[in-house]
């Protein structure tokens, strides 16, 4: 009863978290400008209005330092919010973003609950209830919250057994994260080889079938929206070049890949810290296969935007904010253990209680740091040098 209350209360307190401070953002991004405007034409024009963009982006130098019009998901969601809402500024999308982290904190719990055990969730959902990066992106016009909400929602459905419903789901969603943005494929790709691994006979033709069928509806609905596959391929195709020549792309997201996981010990260091003796723990245990394959799926995640060159940057690994919270659970419990093991009682008792006591005080520092550099300060992104400077 108590860790169902305990339960309640993280996920009720991480909602109003995310609520209150959605409207305290003093200057939005040059991103949510776009998105907002991108959508904004949509909502007026429909396809036509996609197609406009479209046109607009290929034929300026200018655009392409800013979000492509191949996102058709994210801007069709946001172009809904807005008509819903009747709000069409950066607002709509600040909500969306906040539903997207509420819905992460729930699916978050579920995984935590099943996999790692009640008292292993509890702890990380404490943590990604006040994880810095999660509550930035919950309150801003940027398609990460959802991608973050999306991939840990194809992690799920790679944890769960291979049965006809899951390997023709996954795909899906799969297939639909694409949609709202193209980097995802990253995240698709990893879930896809660990779920063909795993499957056998009937389910994996289905998860073939799928994954070839979705592709295909993809390109399709991509293609439809933006004109042609041509114009598709050219957006694309050209979105490593132009991040190259992105004067912030070179300032801010450049650098050794180090960076990127040194950007997460600034704003939170126990929470990472804590986080990489929980994913040791569980490879090095072997107890869970799911758990070792969350893992991997994590740790590939990070690694892969830590050799993207200019790719440095904490919102493109939003999907992994989730499960690092997780897995910080888990080391905390199995330090928990441990201790009980080789302490006598009332030492172990001592030791639980200065414990609780760095993390309160963690959580509340993490929590301070978030308003102190992106609600008070001038921070407005992840990128990893404005993360690293302005942590300092």
Known sequence: MLVRAAAAALVVGGALLRIINIGNVAARSPDEQVYTAQSRLMLQKG??????????????????LYPPPTRIGYLFLLAATMRVTGVADERAGAWLSCAASILSLLLALEIGWRFLGPWPAILGLAFLCIFPPELVIARRCWIDALVGFGGLLLFRLTLANPTSFISAALPVAGTSLLLLKESSIVIYAGCLLIAFWKAAGKERVILIGSALLGSVLCCAILAFSVGSLNSVFAIILGL???????????????????????AFLKLSWLTFASALLGMSAVVLIRDSPELVRLALLTAVLIGVFTLIPHGLNLRYVSATFAPLCLFAGAGLWHAFL???RILRPWLHRVVTACAAIVVALSLMTDYERFQSKFVRGAANDLAVRLVNTTSR
């Not at 490593?240 to 996981?261: D, E």
Request: proline share 9%; net charge positive; charged share 10%.
């Open 240 to 262: 490593p070049k132009a991040n190259a020549q992105n004067a912030y792309a070179l300032g801010y997201m450049s650098g050794p890949g180090y960076l990127l996981p040194l």
């Open 47 to 64: 396809l036509s209005g996609s197609r406009t963009l479209a046109k607009a982006y290929l034929r300026s130098p200018n655009l392409v």
């Open 338 to 340: 441990a201790a009980k």
